[in-house]
């Protein structure tokens, strides 16, 4: 039974990503911050350890690694931080909010892969969720996508340092959710698709041999494995 860490998986995409795994057969280590939420998407899944508690903490981190076992075939950062909401542009954003962002965003998930790498076994996979805004320079997101773009070079770079396993920074494109809410307040968001739809070209990633790089969920499907 192969086994996979899912951070952020109370809903949205990482919730959609854990049912999937689920019904492949994975034994899954959960975590979010919010324990009944956490407790809750624990319900519908048959292997699963659920540790609510935030990935920025190292204790928390250490909980998650120690629950997944010896051998490690799966790591996904998927948990975030946005930020202030609606998002401030960069003159006027509260430095103490962009340390935690950054926390959440790069540090750790750079913390947690390094407390499991010792444990990923070969041709194991990680999955670090970026975003578009990590590319694009888009007004008013200079927080959450520096953050994302940060993500992405450090990614890159373990990908290089890691030629044994298979890194991935994957952008999941818009979806259906609370963090796009959040990042739009006020607004009608039901036009976006939701999470469920962006998780094929995840497992595209993770049951294939594609080469470590960056990917878009949506286009994953269509390259050659």
């Known amino acids: 039974m192969p086994v996979g860490i899912v951070?952020?998986?109370?809903?949205?995409l990482g919730l959609a990503l854990a049912h999937a795994l689920d019904e492949r057969g994975w034994r899954l280590v959960i975590d979010a911050r919010g324990a009944e939420a956490l407790s809750e998407a624990a319900e519908g899944l048959a292997e699963v350890t659920a540790i609510a508690g935030d990935v920025a903490n190292p204790e928390h981190r250490q909980a998650l690694v120690e629950a997944a076992g010896d051998r490690i075939d799966l790591v996904v950062n998927n948990a975030s931080l946005l930020g202030p909401s609606p998002q401030p542009r960069l003159a006027d954003y509260p430095l103490d909010e962009l340390r935690r962002v950054y926390e959440a965003n790069v540090l750790a998930p750079l913390a947690l892969i390094q407390i499991a790498l010792p444990r990923l076994g070969e041709r194991?996979?990680?999955?670090?969720?970026?975003?578009?805004?990590?590319?694009e320079p888009y007004e008013g997101w200079g927080g959450y996508g520096s953050s994302k773009a940060a993500l992405e070079q450090m990614?890159?770079?373990?990908?290089?340092?890691?030629?044994?396993?298979?890194?991935?920074?994957?952008?999941?494109?818009?979806?259906?959710?609370?963090?796009?809410?959040?990042?739009?307040?006020?607004?009608?968001?039901?036009?976006?698709?939701?999470?469920?739809?962006?998780?094929?070209?995840?497992?595209?990633?993770?049951?294939?041999?594609?080469?470590?790089?960056?990917?878009?969920?949506?286009?994953?499907?269509?390259?050659?494995?």
């Open 7 to 12: 951070t952020g998986a109370s809903r949205g």
């Open 124 to 135: 194991a996979a990680i999955l670090d969720i970026t975003s578009d805004a990590g590319v």
């Open 155 to 225: 990614t890159a770079v373990l990908a290089a340092e890691h030629p044994g396993l298979r890194v991935y920074w994957v952008d999941p494109g818009d979806m259906r959710t609370q963090m796009q809410q959040e990042a739009f307040p006020g607004e009608d968001i039901s036009d976006r698709p939701p999470p469920e739809e962006s998780v094929p070209g995840l497992l595209a990633l993770i049951e294939g041999s594609l080469a470590s790089g960056r990917y878009r969920a949506g286009e994953v499907a269509e390259v050659p494995r």
